[in-house]
């Protein structure tokens, strides 16, 4: 059996693929077989290809049906018809390679916006982690600045504004308030925490004081968010292809193309969801991963909703209940 990993708890290794951007693979513990990684850019912006300098440099771009394929670059800008790209997507997911998409912010394709599971948008300014599944759940949210000098682009450590709204996002979303429950709290509007968590507007360090106490939780806490209602393990090698998961398992399921299925538990303890075959959405009461075979998420019961074959193909998921 493939050695494994947990995602999101540590720095990778040197055989793991890297965003050619420090302060990007510090904040994500860099890139991970299997990643469609999703770059929401201004059309038009100069800076654009600057930045990305190093990052599609570490690419090997060469077209995803060639079997020798393990990462590539597909800039939609240049080719607004590039055709099949849910269908290149999912084998990225279900092979185990890595793409990098390039897609202006006026036309993203809905279906890479739904199978990618990092999603970083660039504006002139900055860079910001919109989507990271299995990471920490204070990096959405992340905001680094950059600027272009001479053609030399230099990106900055992760701002304290952007820590903060991320981390209260975080908080409030696995409570499942409202904006406007939050700024009830502290006698602000709903429209001015939206400000915070989007990092445009900080809030004061007696008002983060009084927030952090209504909450119930540290101001540390509250910078860094709360943590992942999900465990996310996957093969750490290149080329996973099918899982060899043992059919004897307590349960498992097969999910026909593009359905979806309820994963209720009634469990009172862990839940384990495995992936045997195919690319699927798993979708938990305040979050919602994109996984591939061989990729195992661990939960509670209470989390799981359910379960979305994003594939042409049928899907092959095993579910294991840990009873408390």
């Not at 890297?18 to 904040?27: H, S």
Request: glycine fraction near 10%; include cysteine; hydrophobic fraction near 40%.
């Amino acid at each position: 059996m493939s050695r494994r990993i947990r995602i999101g708890v540590g720095p990778v290794d040197g055989r793991s693929p890297r965003y050619g951007i420090d302060q990007l693979d510090t904040v994500l513990d860099g890139m991970w077989w299997g990643d469609n990684v999703l770059w929401v850019v201004d059309d038009g912006l100069s800076s654009v290809d600057v930045v990305l300098a190093g990052v599609i440099a570490l690419a090997d771009g060469r077209d995803v049906s060639n079997r020798g394929y393990f990462r590539g670059v597909f800039d939609l800008r240049n080719d607004a018809s590039i055709g099949a790209v849910a269908d290149t997507a999912c084998t990225v997911v279900r092979e185990g390679k890595t793409a990098l998409w390039i897609c202006p912010r006026s036309s993203v394709p809905p279906a890479l916006r739904e199978l990618a599971q990092v999603i970083v948008d660039q504006n002139s300014t900055h860079l910001r982690v919109e989507r990271a599944d299995g990471r920490r759940s204070q990096v959405v949210g992340t905001e680094m600045p950059y600027a272009v000098d001479d053609g030399i682009a230099t990106v900055g450590p992760p701002s304290t504004v952007s820590r903060l709204g991320a981390g209260l996002r975080s908080i409030r979303k696995q409570r499942g308030w409202s904006q406007a429950d939050v700024g009830a709290m502290i006698g602000v509007s709903g429209s001015a925490i939206s400000q915070t968590e989007r990092g445009t507007q900080s809030l004061s360090l007696d008002t983060a004081v009084e927030l952090a106490e209504r909450l119930g939780v540290s101001i540390d806490h509250l910078v860094h968010g709360a943590d992942r209602s999900y465990e996310l393990s996957r093969p750490a090698s290149f080329g996973r292809g099918q899982s060899r998961l043992a059919p004897s398992s307590p349960q498992h399921f097969r999910i026909v193309a593009f359905a979806t299925m309820s994963l209720s538990s009634s469990s009172t303890g862990s839940v384990s969801i495995c992936i045997g075959s195919g690319v699927v959405k798993l979708e938990l009461a305040d979050d919602s991963i994109v996984l591939g075979p061989g990729d195992v998420v661990r939960t509670t019961g209470s989390e799981l909703r359910a379960c979305r074959n994003l594939s042409a193909h049928p899907a092959l998921i095993f579910q294991v209940n840990e009873h408390s």
